[in-house]
């Protein structure tokens, strides 16, 4: 038994195949969802989403959304993605600590918000690359 996944953005539809396995960064940690997973809605976070399907895994980083699964269909809507095929691991790790300098500066709370996104995008980019590679 297999999922159908389907990734959508405001732009376009990402992706749109039969899977075997999804995993998606939820707003309560990592979501795996496998044929046959209860109904449920779940909102999301910004982190990786991870589609295995024809013995791969595709690698996404989603900036927030919410993912729906009901009768072995997983929809997941993003608010939008970031391309992991052109993550360099050295430059991810560079932009991890320097967001962690930022939000150690960050003084108001617009600014700690701000700052705890970018810490988020920048985290999610270290681990996209790890997957990688």
């Known amino acids: 038994m297999s999922l159908s996944v389907k990734l959508i953005t405001p732009e376009k539809v990402v992706f749109d195949n039969v899977a075997d396995e999804a995993i998606v960064p939820s707003i309560t940690g990592q979501l795996g969802i496998l044929a046959n997973h209860a109904p449920m809605?779940?909102?999301?976070?910004?982190?990786?989403?991870?589609?295995?399907?024809?013995?791969?895994?595709?690698?996404?980083?989603?900036?927030?959304?919410?993912?729906?699964?009901?009768?072995?269909q997983v929809t997941i809507v993003a608010n939008d993605i970031e391309d992991t095929s052109k993550i360099d691991f050295n430059r991810a790790k560079t932009q991890l600590t320097e967001a962690f300098e930022t939000l150690d500066l960050a003084q108001t709370p617009k600014e700690k918000i701000r700052a705890s996104e970018e810490l988020?995008?920048?985290?999610?980019?270290?681990?996209?690359?790890m997957y990688l590679e």
């Open 120 to 129: 988020k995008k920048a985290s999610a980019r270290v681990q996209a690359a």
């Open 41 to 72: 809605v779940s909102a999301l976070d910004i982190g990786v989403l991870r589609v295995k399907y024809e013995q791969n895994w595709l690698v996404i980083i989603l900036f927030g959304g919410f993912v729906e699964v009901r009768d072995n």
